[in-house]
Every structure is written in structure tokens, then in C-alpha cells.
């Protein structure tokens, strides 16, 4: 049992390696497609360093 574990342990981890670059492309996708919007709908809006300067204005 043991040994037959042992492979199926390699392939999940690869599976999750996988996964992992799967969802960077999507968080990839996603602040392009946020980044495409605001330069569509404002124009001088950031959304990257729009939070940021709020942080600064809070704090």
C-alpha cells in the first residue's frame, strides 16, 4: 500500500503545482481585464495604486 501511495502523493502535488499557476493566470486575466475597464471608463483612474493612496490618506 505504501508504495502505490507514494505515486499517487507525487501526481496530487503536481496536480496542486498546476492549479497554482492556473489561478495566477487568472489573477493575471483579471487585473488586466480591471485595468482595460478603468482606462476605458476614466481614463486616470489606477486601480493598482488607487488602493495604496487610499491607505496613505487613512493612515
Same mark, same amino acid.
Given at each position: 500500500l /505504501?508504495?502505490?501511495?507514494?505515486?499517487?502523493c507525487i501526481e496530487s502535488s503536481e496536480s496542486i503545482v498546476e492549479l497554482s499557476h492556473i489561478?495566477? /493566470?487568472? +489573477? +493575471? +486575466?483579471i487585473s488586466i481585464s480591471?485595468?482595460?475597464s478603468s482606462v476605458e471608463?476614466?481614463?486616470t483612474e489606477q486601480p +493598482?495604486?488607487?488602493?495604496k493612496s487610499g491607505e496613505n490618506i487613512h493612515a
Open positions: /505504501l508504495p502505490s501511495n507514494r505515486p499517487g489561478v495566477e /493566470l487568472f +489573477l +493575471l +486575466l480591471g485595468v482595460k471608463s476614466g481614463g +493598482l495604486s488607487s488602493p
